[in-house]
């Protein structure tokens, strides 16, 4: 009989990897989840909010696709993982056996015992269920007077768009004295802050929530501010305080956990048979400079790729190569390439050439070694480069002037796009005559 894989997990890891596992095998395989039926594009949730596309538009498949790739499909909750019978127990009742075992539950908002954070009208904006929610709460701003968002990663700024979308009024709680300042270089963090600011949300910086306050129904009446007690009337808070592994299920069980599920370079767990990929997976030694819980995209798909072919037997360690991601700070598009570090872990050697454009809504920061002028990375905002080329550039360890100079190359705005790399050149130019 076939080897029966199951997947935990119907996200990004999960499912490349039981797509992967079926193109180079006959396993039997398995996805669980108890969120949707079929996987969706999470990072595309924003957008049906917006009205940009329905939720149909954000699966990648068709419904037929798993029969017809022999990928069996259990909509339940996993309450419990025995791994010496190796069986999985479910919340009402029913158990599933398995011969190998993929863990990709990715991850949970965080919550951080705020008296009223499980009233109705507080969520997060991560699962499905999250969307549902907003469009009971916020439909328009009849309904939802003003939302409060609390926490100020990628996530706070996604659902600031989405509801100043709706004409709803945002407050934006952020503990931190510049946004993002933790990543950002200071530079690009004041360029958000005005950013933000510029769309009419009410941007608090270095201000926490103290509690969520109800109504007479179990409602979101108002937020208190910790520093000044002051009382702002709402009826939604969005909790965006940065995300954790969602592993809370296995707990009870024989598998090494940290913060996530610590997994060797191979995404194997203590436990043989057992693996952990995606946002729930903790790697025992970090790759490089990255952190152990890797919560992004594109690094649950490689993981999904290397795993499946570790269980198709050809062991394969997680290698993701350079670091790179992507965002959107409402109008302005984001890219990192490489390492670029805000005051949180800069090394002595780091050091910064910053460009900012007169509009305020165009920068870059070029970090490099101050000793060897080794180019380390680059952020850019409001301008589109191209990923291979600077994956190229780190890759053989190109100096900072170098990648100055032949920034055009890497420019991937559209054509007939105004470019910005001669002033670019010009500024570096002056800044060296200056050092």
């Given at each position: 009989m076939e080897e029966h894989v199951v997947i935990i997990g119907n996200g990004i890891a999960g499912v490349t990897a039981a797509r992967h596992i079926r193109k180079f095998s006959n396993k039997k395989i398995t996805i669980i989840s108890s969120e949707t039926e079929y996987f969706f594009s999470r990072t595309a949730l924003m957008y049906i909010y917006m009205g940009h596309m329905t939720f149909e538009h954000t699966q990648p498949y068709e419904n037929w696709f798993w029969e017809k790739n022999r990928i069996a499909l259990k909509k339940a909750f996993v309450e419990k993982v025995e791994s010496d019978t190796k069986t999985l127990y479910f919340e009402n009742g029913e158990t599933l056996n398995y011969d190998k075992l993929i863990i990709a539950t990715g991850s949970k908002p965080n919550k951080f015992g705020w008296p009223g954070q499980d009233l109705e009208g507080v969520m997060g904006l991560y699962h499905k269920q999250d969307l549902d929610l907003l469009e009971k709460y916020a439909p328009d701003n009849q309904s939802c007077k003003r939302a409060v968002i609390v926490g100020g990663g990628l996530i706070g700024i996604e659902l600031a768009e989405m509801l100043n979308s709706r004409n709803i009024p945002v407050t934006f709680l952020v503990r931190e004295q510049s946004?993002?300042?933790?990543?950002?270089?200071?530079?690009?963090?004041?360029?958000?802050?005005?950013?933000?600011?510029?769309?009419?949300?009410?941007?608090?910086?270095?201000?926490?929530?103290?509690?969520?306050?109800?109504?007479?129904?179990?409602?979101?009446?108002?937020?208190?501010?910790?520093?000044?007690?002051?009382?702002?009337?709402?009826?939604?808070?969005?909790?965006?305080?940065?995300?954790?592994?969602?592993?809370?299920?296995?707990?009870?069980?024989?598998i090494e956990t940290n913060k996530g599920i610590k997994v060797n370079r191979f995404l194997e767990t203590n436990i043989p048979d057992i693996y952990a990929i995606g946002d729930c997976a903790e790697q025992i030694e970090p790759v490089g400079q990255r952190p152990p819980v890797e919560a992004v995209w594109y690094t649950g798909r490689m993981m999904g790729e290397a795993l499946a072919q570790t269980i198709c037997g050809n062991r394969m360690a997680y290698n993701p190569g350079h670091w790179f991601n992507s965002a959107k700070f409402l109008d302005i598009e984001y890219q990192t390439y490489?390492?670029?570090?805000?005051?949180?872990?800069?090394?002595?050697?780091?050091?910064?050439?910053?460009w900012i454009h007169d509009d305020d809504t165009k920068c870059i920061t070029v970090a490099y070694d101050e000793n060897t002028n080794q180019f380390l990375g680059i952020n850019t905002f409001g301008i589109r480069m191209r990923h291979e080329t600077f994956d190229k550039w780190l890759t053989e360890k190109r100096d900072v002037h170098f990648v100055i100079n032949h920034l055009a190359e890497a420019n991937f705005d559209p054509e007939f796009y105004k470019t910005y790399e001669g002033d670019i050149l010009s500024a570096y130019n002056q800044t060296l005559q200056t050092v």
């Open positions: 946004f993002w300042n933790g990543i950002l270089p200071q530079g690009e963090s004041d360029m958000i802050n005005r950013h933000i600011k510029n769309h009419h949300i009410d941007l608090r910086l270095g201000t926490n929530l103290k509690e969520i306050v109800s109504d007479e129904n179990s409602q979101v009446k108002s937020v208190i501010i910790e520093e000044t007690g002051e009382e702002i009337p709402c009826n939604v808070v969005g909790l965006t305080a940065g995300v954790s592994p969602n592993i809370d299920f296995i707990k009870d069980s024989d490489g390492w670029v570090h805000g005051k949180k872990g800069k090394p002595d050697y780091e050091k910064h050439f910053h």
